[in-house]
């Protein structure tokens, strides 16, 4: 039995109990299952009030039904909506019921986004974008799923396919045609031309990738430093809560706390590292260790010192940015070659870290749109499709119809970014990532 042509049903909305529960149905045999719970369909696309029951005539719930029928919908199938009151208890007799439906049978991880894909409703990009959509927690996550599930980045990618296609007809005209007088001079001086703009603004597209995964996954901020500079209190502090162990022995943290944080909508993610000295400790020569592994993966390094002492402005494995931060100001009179004194035990400073932190995701984020590649796939395949252009390009000495061939695979390569092609092996690991009624 094929499984594809299954219907299927799960809960699209929150986790139970709650106010209304929102259940889908999917596939050719939506509207007829329907049909048997609660009579007649409504018209297409509105809602009304109806009993659902079971077969034998008992009162499941009463809810409002809704019919999307294809191609117009979601998935590209029938689809039903069931809007009942979010109780397990009803969620389960509805699925108790469904299931007695011949090929009728509970979704999969991802199902109705997957055949919304395999329907052309969706692309790769909005489909990424969408899972994007319902994980985003910050302002800056949202504005960059919304660029994506809507289909803005995907059109960019299109318009770059779209170009490439006509560059090869052109190439492909001048080698089939090069001594009629159908083909006026040489069409490929207008390819070169095109296809090193080309060249250029994939390069720029990409320049923005570190910054799109920035926004996916969060600003990496490590807090480093020697033992007790006051490294678990500013944790503490920024997180607002107690995260990390502070007390007056040297060398309390020995492993890394990680706490995630909402900068100005950004998504920031926080380590608490331990001391950086020399010791013959094991245990906190090993968290040394994953400190400074820490350190070297990170985007911005907060190093601390107790204001009288040295800061450190350079880490091995490094090259990022370092901000000096002189601590425990309320001991000390502020003075010294820090960026920033501030006191977690007071407070002071901590509203000048947090401008500094917004100024700088702000400066990465300048001159840069939405329209971004934030997952390492895209960026992999980005690189390949700018490799094949510039091949094309820089291979002057080559027959034309080696420099097609790189612009082939530059199209090709491009394509497998929206889903076009060869991307079957791919859409277990993306569609695993959904819940069960996305």
């Known amino acids: 039995m094929n499984k594809a042509t299954d219907t299927i049903y799960a809960l699209s909305s929150g986790g139970l109990p709650s106010g209304v529960a929102v259940l889908r149905l999917s596939g050719d045999r939506s509207f007829p299952i329907t049909q048997a719970l609660i009579g007649s369909l409504p018209p297409s696309r509105q809602a009304a009030l109806k009993t659902?029951?079971?077969?034998?005539g008992l009162t499941i719930d009463q809810g409002l039904v809704l019919g999307f029928p294809s191609p117009a919908s979601f998935t590209g199938e029938?689809?039903?909506e069931l809007h009942v009151h979010g109780s397990k208890a009803v969620i389960l007799a509805l699925y108790n019921e469904l299931a007695s439906f011949e090929r009728c049978r509970m979704a999969e991880n991802g199902e109705f986004s997957r055949r919304a894909l395999e329907n052309g409703k969706m692309d790769l990009v909005e489909v990424e974008g969408l899972a994007d959509l319902i994980s985003a927690e910050t302002e800056m996550q949202r504005r960059l799923a919304i660029?994506?599930?809507?289909?803005?980045?995907?059109?960019?990618?299109?318009g770059w396919a779209d170009r490439l296609t006509r560059a090869r007809a052109l190439i492909e005209a001048e080698l089939d045609f090069a001594e009629d007088d159908d083909v006026p001079g040489s069409?490929?001086?207008?390819?070169?031309?095109?296809?090193?703009?080309l060249a250029d603004e994939v390069s720029a597209h990409l320049a923005g990738a570190s910054f799109g995964e920035?926004?996916?996954?969060?600003?990496?901020?490590?807090?480093a430093g020697e033992p007790n500079s006051g490294k678990s209190s500013l944790m503490n502090a920024l997180a607002k809560r107690e995260v990390a162990i502070v007390t007056d022995i040297a060398g309390t943290t020995r492993d890394v706390l990680h706490v995630d944080l909402d900068i100005d909508g950004y998504a920031v993610k926080l380590y608490d590292t331990a001391g950086l000295r020399d010791t013959a400790e094991v245990v906190e020569k090993e968290g040394i260790r994953r400190a400074l592994k820490t350190i070297a993966e990170a985007d911005?390094?907060?190093?601390?010192a107790e204001i009288g002492r040295d800061v450190r402005t350079a880490f091995e494995g490094f090259a990022g940015k370092v901000i000096g931060v002189g601590t425990k100001c309320d001991l000390h009179e502020p003075n010294g070659d820090y960026d920033i004194f501030l006191s977690a035990l007071t407070g002071a400073g901590l509203d000048e870290l947090h401008r500094v932190i917004a100024a700088?995701?702000?400066?990465?984020?300048?001159g840069l749109s939405y329209a971004l590649p934030s997952r390492l796939r895209h960026r992999q395949l980005l690189q390949e499709t700018l490799w094949a252009i510039r091949s094309a390009c820089d291979a002057i000495e080559d027959g034309l119809d080696i420099r097609a061939e790189h612009l082939r695979l530059a199209g090709q390569t491009l394509g497998r970014i929206t889903g076009h092609v060869d991307v079957e092996d791919l859409l277990g690991v993306i569609f695993s990532e959904f819940c069960i009624g996305k």
């Open 147 to 158: 660029e994506h599930s809507s289909g803005k980045l995907s059109a960019l990618y299109a």
């Open 300 to 304: 911005l390094v907060l190093s601390l």
């Open 78 to 80: 029938d689809c039903v």
């Open 214 to 223: 920035i926004i996916r996954d969060g600003l990496k901020i490590v807090i």
């Open 360 to 366: 700088e995701l702000s400066l990465r984020a300048e």
């Open 187 to 197: 069409v490929s001086d207008q390819v070169w031309t095109d296809m090193s703009r």
């Open 52 to 56: 659902i029951r079971t077969r034998n």
